[in-house]
């Protein structure tokens, strides 16, 4: 699957009607953006089953801002529509299919249990 473009519109029906979603938040100006693109797609054609988005910050600054994007590229992972990943900083080939492999095996509900326990407390 090719990498799909998001905006602020398409943000929570992209993240809420797909199980796993990576999305990268980049610019234009950005030189590391521009390094990291080629690797997010190739990867977004090895893993049909993962939604690959973009979301251009200098485009969207008002989804950037509510997702608090500080530097970028930063790359989000969503999975059935939880936050489980997210850093600022270009990411090798190897680096990134390791994410994807990690967030394809997470324990969900694990994950939805620690985030109530956290909530509780």
């Known amino acids: 699957m090719a ?3 998001i905006s602020e519109k398409t943000f929570n029906d992209t993240i809420s009607g797909n199980d796993i979603v990576l999305v990268d938040f980049w610019a234009a100006w950005c030189g590391p953006c521009r390094m990291f693109a080629p690797t997010f797609n190739k990867a ?6 993962v939604v690959f988005a973009k ?12 997702a608090r994007i500080t ?3 930063t790359l989000m ?3 059935e529509g939880i936050l489980v990943f997210s850093q600022p900083g270009a990411m090798n080939a190897t680096g990134l ?3 994807i492999t990690a967030v394809k095996e ?8 620690q985030l109530a326990a956290a909530a509780a407390s």
Do not use: N
């Not at 977004?44 to 089953?49: G, K, L, M």
């Not at 997470?106 to 249990?113: E, G, N, S």
């Open 3 to 5: 990498t799909i473009d």
């Open 44 to 49: 977004s054609e090895a893993h049909p089953d």
């Open 55 to 66: 979301v251009d910050t200098e485009a969207d600054p008002g989804l950037s801002a509510a």
């Open 71 to 73: 530097s970028i590229p």
């Open 77 to 79: 992972a969503f999975r």
């Open 97 to 99: 299919e390791e994410l």
């Open 106 to 113: 997470l324990d969900m509900t694990d994950v939805r249990a």
